[in-house]
Protein backbone atom coordinates (compact mmCIF):
# COMPACT_ATOMS: atom_id res chain seq x y z
CA UNK A 1 0.00 0.00 0.00
CA UNK A 2 1.15 3.66 -0.73
CA UNK A 3 -0.50 6.84 0.86
CA UNK A 4 -0.15 10.47 -0.94
CA UNK A 5 -0.47 12.89 0.62
CA UNK A 6 -0.60 16.63 -1.43
CA UNK A 7 -0.25 20.00 0.32
CA UNK A 8 0.66 23.53 -1.42
CA UNK A 9 -2.40 24.33 -3.21
CA UNK A 10 -3.86 27.99 -2.52
CA UNK A 11 -5.20 31.31 -4.67
CA UNK A 12 -2.42 33.00 -6.55
CA UNK A 13 -2.67 35.53 -9.54
CA UNK A 14 -1.55 34.85 -13.13
CA UNK A 15 1.57 34.88 -13.75
CA UNK A 16 2.27 33.90 -10.38
CA UNK A 17 4.26 30.30 -9.34
CA UNK A 18 3.20 27.57 -6.55
CA UNK A 19 5.13 24.30 -5.61
CA UNK A 20 2.95 21.74 -4.96
CA UNK A 21 3.78 18.65 -2.55
CA UNK A 22 3.23 14.77 -2.40
CA UNK A 23 4.89 13.01 0.71
CA UNK A 24 4.35 9.71 0.09
CA UNK A 25 4.18 6.73 2.71
CA UNK A 26 4.42 2.82 2.27
CA UNK A 27 5.87 0.76 -0.24
CA UNK A 28 7.93 3.03 -2.48
CA UNK A 29 9.77 1.00 -4.81
CA UNK A 30 12.87 1.99 -7.17
CA UNK A 31 10.35 1.03 -9.71
CA UNK A 32 7.96 3.34 -9.05
CA UNK A 33 6.20 6.62 -10.84
CA UNK A 34 4.79 9.29 -9.49
CA UNK A 35 2.28 11.46 -11.26
CA UNK A 36 0.50 14.46 -10.86
CA UNK A 37 -2.51 14.97 -12.54
CA UNK A 38 -5.49 17.78 -12.39
CA UNK A 39 -9.19 18.18 -13.05
CA UNK A 40 -11.15 21.26 -13.80
CA UNK A 41 -14.68 21.66 -12.82
CA UNK A 42 -16.52 19.93 -15.44
CA UNK A 43 -14.01 18.19 -17.44
CA UNK A 44 -11.74 14.91 -17.06
CA UNK A 45 -9.21 14.24 -14.71
CA UNK A 46 -5.79 15.17 -17.09
CA UNK A 47 -2.29 14.13 -16.85
CA UNK A 48 0.21 17.08 -15.95
CA UNK A 49 3.33 15.45 -15.38
CA UNK A 50 5.16 12.27 -13.98
CA UNK A 51 8.35 11.24 -12.71
CA UNK A 52 10.23 7.99 -12.13
CA UNK A 53 11.39 7.29 -8.42
CA UNK A 54 14.76 5.70 -9.57
CA UNK A 55 16.64 7.89 -12.17
CA UNK A 56 14.27 10.80 -12.40
CA UNK A 57 13.22 10.69 -15.92
CA UNK A 58 10.37 13.46 -16.15
CA UNK A 59 6.84 13.20 -18.53
CA UNK A 60 5.01 16.42 -19.09
CA UNK A 61 1.85 17.20 -20.91
CA UNK A 62 2.41 19.72 -23.45
CA UNK A 63 0.31 22.29 -21.81
CA UNK A 64 2.44 23.15 -18.85
CA UNK A 65 5.65 21.72 -20.31
CA UNK A 66 8.31 24.57 -19.87
CA UNK A 67 6.55 25.88 -17.09
CA UNK A 68 6.17 23.12 -14.60
CA UNK A 69 9.09 21.36 -13.29
CA UNK A 70 8.28 17.71 -11.00
CA UNK A 71 11.20 16.53 -9.10
CA UNK A 72 11.42 14.19 -6.05
CA UNK A 73 13.59 14.10 -2.78
CA UNK A 74 14.10 10.28 -2.11
CA UNK A 75 15.32 10.78 1.50
CA UNK A 76 11.79 12.51 2.48
CA UNK A 77 9.96 10.61 0.14
CA UNK A 78 8.67 13.61 -1.24
CA UNK A 79 7.59 14.96 -4.67
CA UNK A 80 7.08 18.39 -5.88
CA UNK A 81 5.83 20.26 -8.95
CA UNK A 82 7.04 23.62 -9.33
CA UNK A 83 4.46 25.89 -11.43
CA UNK A 84 5.49 29.13 -12.77
CA UNK A 85 4.21 31.49 -15.17
CA UNK A 86 0.43 29.94 -13.82
CA UNK A 87 -2.29 30.81 -16.08
CA UNK A 88 -6.11 31.07 -15.45
CA UNK A 89 -6.74 27.52 -16.92
CA UNK A 90 -4.36 26.15 -14.82
CA UNK A 91 -6.83 26.31 -11.93
CA UNK A 92 -7.99 22.64 -11.00
CA UNK A 93 -7.83 20.12 -8.09
CA UNK A 94 -4.63 18.36 -8.37
CA UNK A 95 -3.46 14.94 -7.36
CA UNK A 96 -1.02 13.36 -6.80
CA UNK A 97 -0.67 9.63 -7.77
CA UNK A 98 1.89 6.66 -8.08
CA UNK A 99 1.90 3.71 -10.19
CA UNK A 100 4.15 0.24 -10.38
CA UNK A 101 3.58 -0.01 -13.94
CA UNK A 102 6.08 -0.91 -16.35
CA UNK A 103 6.70 2.35 -18.87
CA UNK A 104 7.84 5.87 -19.42
CA UNK A 105 5.09 7.12 -20.49
CA UNK A 106 2.35 6.54 -18.08
CA UNK A 107 -0.28 9.33 -18.82
CA UNK A 108 -3.95 7.87 -18.12
CA UNK A 109 -5.37 7.43 -14.94
CA UNK A 110 -6.35 3.85 -15.12
CA UNK A 111 -2.69 3.27 -14.77
CA UNK A 112 -2.32 5.03 -11.29
CA UNK A 113 -3.34 2.82 -8.16
CA UNK A 114 -2.65 5.33 -6.05
CA UNK A 115 -4.09 8.57 -5.64
CA UNK A 116 -4.15 11.38 -2.98
CA UNK A 117 -6.96 13.55 -2.16
CA UNK A 118 -6.21 16.70 -3.84
CA UNK A 119 -5.51 20.02 -3.61
CA UNK A 120 -7.04 23.04 -4.92
CA UNK A 121 -5.17 25.38 -7.46
CA UNK A 122 -7.13 28.72 -8.19
CA UNK A 123 -5.41 31.17 -10.51
CA UNK A 124 -7.10 34.23 -10.77
CA UNK A 125 -7.01 36.71 -14.06
Known amino acids: QVQLVESGGGLVQAGDSLRLSCAASGRIFSGTTMGWFRQAPGKEREFVAN????????VYADSVKGRFTISRDNAKNTVYLQMSSLKYEDTAVYYC??????????????????WGQGTQVTVSS
Open 97 to 114: AATTAYGLNLRRTYEYGY
Open 51 to 58: IRWSGGTT
